[in-house]
C-alpha cells in the first residue's frame, strides 16, 4: 500500500475494520510469530558477539591487494557528502543536493 495513496490508506483500513475473529486471531498470531523474532536480546546478539570477539572481515585480505582506497583516490568526501544526504532526507535530498551541485557547477 502506498502510504502517499489516501484512497489505498482508507481501503487498508476498512479491510482490516471488516475482518472476521478467525483472520484477525491468525493475523495476530503472525504478528506475535515474527515479534519474536525482533526482541532487543534477538538484534542486540550478534553485535554483543561481535564487541566479545571482533574479527576482521573475510574479504580484507582480497580488497588490500587493490592499490588505492577510497581515501587516496579523493573519494572519501564524497562517500561522506553521499553519506549525510541520505541520512539527512533519504534518496530525495541526496537528489536534491546533486541537482544544487550540478547546477552551481555549470555556472563556474
Known amino acids: 500500500m502506498p502510504p502517499q495513496d489516501p484512497a489505498a490508506v482508507a481501503t487498508c483500513v476498512l479491510d482490516l475494520l471488516a475482518e472476521d475473529d478467525v483472520s484477525r486471531a491468525a493475523r495476530a498470531s503472525r504478528v506475535r510469530a515474527i515479534a519474536a523474532r525482533y526482541h532487543w536480546d534477538a538484534i542486540v546478539q550478534p553485535l554483543a558477539?561481535?564487541?566479545?570477539?571482533?574479527?576482521?572481515?573475510?574479504?580484507?585480505?582480497?580488497?588490500?591487494?587493490?592499490?588505492?582506497?577510497?581515501?587516496?583516490?579523493?573519494?572519501?568526501?564524497?562517500?561522506?557528502?553521499?553519506?549525510?544526504?541520505?541520512?539527512?532526507?533519504?534518496?530525495?535530498?541526496?537528489?536534491?543536493?546533486?541537482?544544487?551541485?550540478?547546477?552551481?557547477?555549470?555556472?563556474?
Open 49 to 108: 558477539d561481535f564487541c566479545r570477539a571482533p574479527c576482521f572481515a573475510a574479504d580484507r585480505e582480497y580488497i588490500q591487494q587493490f592499490p588505492l582506497g577510497i581515501e587516496e583516490r579523493g573519494l572519501g568526501k564524497w562517500v561522506h557528502k553521499i553519506h549525510r544526504a541520505l541520512q539527512a532526507g533519504g534518496v530525495r535530498e541526496l537528489l536534491r543536493r546533486g541537482r544544487a551541485y550540478w547546477h552551481w557547477k555549470r555556472q563556474q
